[in-house]
């Protein structure tokens, strides 16, 4: 695949050479209009009048390039965000995956939620997995592998702690039994946070296709939510090449409400619902 370097005005590459040298993160696939709004957002903060000023003001103080990091990369989530997606997931997806499974006698469910942010997207799943087998009495050997670029956030899905604003969406019956109050926040139980592994991954990372904590792909879902409208077309293809590879044989893949496989890649996934951003691998 050909790709062809993006148009990022020059006193804005400067700082992303300094993020790319200090701490290995490589933001120049994403959208330019996209990195300077978010760099911006620091500039105005400081009262910096022109990028070339925040460089100088980023090179001489070493505790901005975190602050920079967190505009960057903005992590907004909650539990069960997009609730039809994941209703369509628990009553429809995993029920056909699990089923397959026994009908091949394969016991091993493999999962992946790539830009997971602090962990809401996979413990959902977990939760919901979780749900079923306990309903099903299937013997399946679940594994969930939750990537992000951002250490910080993959700190906080450690954590499993969460304000009152990520947990809106879950059913009360859920609530009371995966979630316990602590002060003004609710942590998740150590049954279900065990049931994740988080690693630092990088979508366009050029040496591995798949988290190499996951050893391989083969994935029988992944959910890559509101990742790819941050990158140009031509990257967002170069990633789903990735994706195809990663999933298993009609595999399922899960993308944000705004999102849909570029051209190049319709003819491999087929869209299962009209209604939602969920595909098989074809």
Sequence with gaps: MNLEPLEIRADLKPV??????????????????????????RLEALSCHD???YYSYLRGNKDEIDKLLDAVTINVSRFFRDTLTF??????????????????????LRVWSAGCSRGEEPYSVAIIIHELLIREKQPVNQHIFATDIDLNVLKDAHEALYPASSIKNIKYRLLNKYLIPDKD?????????????????DMLDRKYGVPPESVFGDFD????????????????????KR??????????????????????FRHHFKRVFEFSPIFQKS
């Design 243 to 264: 994706l195809h590879r990663a999933l298993a044989d009609r595999g399922y893949l899960v993308l944000g409400m705004a999102e849909t496989p570029p051209m190049a």
């Design 87 to 108: 209703e369509l997931i628990a009553d429809q997806v995993l029920p056909w995956i699990i089923q397959e499974k026994n009908r091949t006698g394969d016991t091993s």
């Design 221 to 240: 879902l992944v959910l890559c939510r509101n990742l790819l409208i941050y990158f140009s077309f031509e990257y967002q293809e170069l990633i789903f």
């Design 16 to 41: 992303l050479e300094y993020l790319l040298e200090h701490r290995g993160f490589d933001f120049s696939g994403y959208h330019p209009p996209m990195l300077e709004r978010r760099v911006r957002q």
């Design 185 to 201: 926040c609710f942590r998740l139980i150590p049954e279900i946070r065990q049931k994740v592994s988080f690693s630092r991954y």
């Design 51 to 53: 990028f070339t000023a």
